[in-house]
Nanobody, 127 residues
């Protein structure tokens, strides 16, 4: 079992920045990859950014490339999402997720591929 707790959400004006954190506990060494997903009201959950826990290769949705950065601190068992140049369309509940078995990179942004989820943190962006 892996437990995930997100933090760092809040309200920001367009163009601003936020950093989300996801603290992992439990059998964290079992995580093969981790990611950030988001869900806006009335929309399906979508993959934002993912990272292989070994090696650190990262993958991003086209909508956030160049603005968001995913990173991990393995010593602290913490996943981060640095979000810059935020837009109103970035507003959503952001979720941290972990997968405990191998997954090819082409599937990394598919939310149904992940086994464990946090409770989410709200990000609001005003124009």
């Amino acid at each position: 079992q892996v437990q995930l707790v997100e933090s760092g959400g809040g309200s920001v004006q367009a163009g601003g920045s936020l950093r989300l954190s996801c603290a992992a506990s439990g059998y964290t060494s079992s995580s093969y990859c981790m990611g950030w997903f988001r869900q806006a009201p009335g929309k399906e959950r979508e993959g934002v950014a993912t990272i292989y826990t070994v090696g650190g290769s990262t993958y991003y949705a086209d909508s956030v490339k160049g603005r968001f950065t995913i990173s991990q601190d393995n010593a602290k068992n913490t996943l981060y999402l640095e979000m810059n140049s935020l837009k109103p369309e970035d507003a959503a509940v952001y979720y941290c997720a972990a997968r405990v078995s191998p997954l090819r990179s082409s599937r990394l942004l598919a939310d149904y591929e992940y086994h464990y989820w946090g409770q989410g943190t709200q990000v609001t962006v005003s124009s």
